[in-house]
T-cell receptor
């Protein structure tokens, strides 16, 4: 079974709709992240959480919100989707700590979102 | 701000040959981590190799090795005995040591094709 799972894997929605992307992990990691990937731009950080009570904005948080329901679950919401939020969304996890292996982020399979 | 540059949008290699993917980065920090991730057509982001900046020895993982030149801020990936399954997008990424920021900073990627 995958350590980091994302649902749905693919989603088509319309402009103005609210949508939630979910991430679950069985790695036991404290830290979780949401990234967005656009063609030719690499991945950019949307939000991150270092524990259940800690939520931080990333580079491109406008238009998004998150919820850390438990250590293992981290959800990303688009309150009112717009076409330029069409992208591939990744959840990632890492341990707490400063060692190299703890700073390594492990990614879920991604959710492809199309906003019409 | 830190930046990561991958100057080769596309590369090609013959099966069983060796190929080197380039990555340079800009930072004023002395301690940090560098990563190479592979993204095959399945779109999963897979960790290939990690390098801690305080380690002088270049990291190796089976057929994958890096040439880490800290003074030159260069971090290239060498793939030996290339296999068809190595065909993918490869992303170089930087992570600041410690601190409260969560993000990996990614380059824009290099698309590697492997010819049989």
């Amino acid at each position: 079974d995958a350590d980091v799972t994302q649902t749905p894997r693919n989603r088509i929605t319309k402009t103005g709709k609210r949508i939630m992307l979910e991430c679950s992990q069985t790695k036991g990691h404290d830290r979780m992240y949401w990234y967005r990937q656009d063609p030719g731009l690499g991945l950019r950080l949307i939000y991150y959480s270092f524990d259940v009570k800690d939520i931080n904005k990333g580079e491109i948080s406008d238009g998004y919100s998150v919820s850390r329901q438990a250590q293992a679950k981290f959800s990303l919401s688009l309150e009112s989707a717009i076409p330029n939020q069409t992208a591939l969304y990744f959840c990632a996890t890492s341990e707490s700590g400063l060692a190299g292996y703890q700073e390594t982020q492990y990614f879920g399979p991604g959710t492809r979102l199309l906003v019409l | 701000a830190q930046t990561v540059t991958q100057s080769q949008p596309e590369m090609s290699v013959q099966e069983a040959e060796t190929v080197t993917l380039s990555c340079t980065y800009d930072t004023s920090e002395s301690d940090y981590y560098l990563f190479w991730y592979k993204q095959p057509p399945s779109r999963q982001m897979i960790l290939v190799i990690r390098q801690e900046a305080y380690k002088q020895q270049n990291a190796t993982e089976n057929r994958f090795s890096v040439n880490f030149q800290k003074a030159a801020k260069s971090f290239s990936l060498k793939i030996s005995d290339s296999q068809l399954g190595d065909a993918a997008m490869y992303f170089c990424a930087y992570r600041r040591y410690g601190g409260s920021q969560g993000n990996l900073i990614f380059g824009k990627g290099t698309k590697l094709s492997v010819k049989p």
